[in-house]
């Protein structure tokens, strides 16, 4: 009988990897709480959009992957449950991993391995998950070992992400570590780190932490151009020009799940010496307001008066994807509400809910109620329509309209 994979949380990774897997000719079995969730999967819809993701779907429901409510007996578990950090202490919340696990050790075998992919600050495992195996082993005698695999897959192009990325494995010994490769290395055609747990661990918000940084940067040197009066576009890119530069793209802010929130992790668990890592994240979280400051002073050379006729393009956290998870958009509204500020129009292509005050879900309507229009998200609905918005103000934060008499950062 083949090796049995039970991959704990659906979600953004669980889903794709275990997708992956199956394809692959593993037998998989997803496992998620969500009631509606699984049964959607187990229905034939996927549960959210991704290139190349439905392929991937019916491979693996030929090869016969099974989404449950229920955790299996297996020889290996990959763990990729949310891991939010709490807003107030900036730590990670790891409860839903340790429960993760804790329902593991009531069904694993003896020897089974644990994969952790979410993302978690260096120690967790050893804080909250090596407690759980150690009781096992205490008071069943079973052996549980851990292994820590962070996922490093971007939204918008997971799978192929999935398959060319380098990875990263943590483990206690290098027979683990060598094992939990063999699994990967089924998909994976990039190089694959064997490591320690928490090097794993470590190097995961330290990316992360590291494009946070390379943002900020960008980031400061807008503020700097804004009162020098140079093209900050023009300068990154001449600078770039030298083999050992590359500033990334100033922005209306960071947000998504990873890069606005792992570096918190490093602050909260050390602070004092993370600085650099401080002053970056305040940087980003800086620009909401920064974007709303620039509305303030174009409606004001324009003579717009209400803020009714100004609409904001885009409530995701990046182009070309429909997840909202701490978009500077939302951040922006945010930041207005603080200021007893209402009235801002809203619409995204890509969210089709009514998760805001005054959104449109009509491209023709939105444009028809303003006078200015604002460019949080570079999506490709926006470079296409870009006749369309001809006769409005724009503020573009992401550099993606192409007409002139666009307004900048
Ligand atoms: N952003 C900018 N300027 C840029 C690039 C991005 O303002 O030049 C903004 C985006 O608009 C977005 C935010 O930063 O709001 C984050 O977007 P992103 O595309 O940089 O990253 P994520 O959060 O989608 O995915 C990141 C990736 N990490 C790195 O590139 C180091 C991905 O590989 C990780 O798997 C993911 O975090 C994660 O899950 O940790």
Known sequence: MKELINVIGLGYI?????LMLASKGLSVVGTDLNVEKVRQLQNGALTFEEEGLKCLYNKALENGIKFSNVYETAEMYIVAVPTPFNKFS??????YLINAVGNIAKVCKNGSIVVVESTISPGTIERFIRPIAENL???????MHLAHAPERIIPGNMIN???HNNRTIGADNLQIAQKVKGIYSMFCEGEIELTDIKTAE???VVENAYRDINIAYANELVK???VADVDVYELIRIANKHPRVNILSPGPGVGGHCISVDPWFLVGDYPGLANIILSARKINDSMPEYVLERIDEIMAQNNIELVERVGLYGLTYKENVDDIRESPTLQLLDCMKRHLAKGIKVYDPYIKEDIVENQYHDFETFVSNID???IMVGHDEIKRRQKDIDHLLILDTRNVITSKNVFKL
């Not at 900036?90 to 409860?95: I, S």
């Open 372 to 374: 200015m229009i604002v």
């Open 224 to 226: 700097i151009c804004k």
């Open 161 to 163: 992400e999935l398959i």
């Open 90 to 95: 900036k730590k990670v919340v790891a409860d």
């Open 14 to 18: 669980g889903l794709p990897t275990a």
């Open 137 to 143: 082993f205490e008071d069943e005698g079973k052996k």
């Open 202 to 204: 470590m190097s995961k």
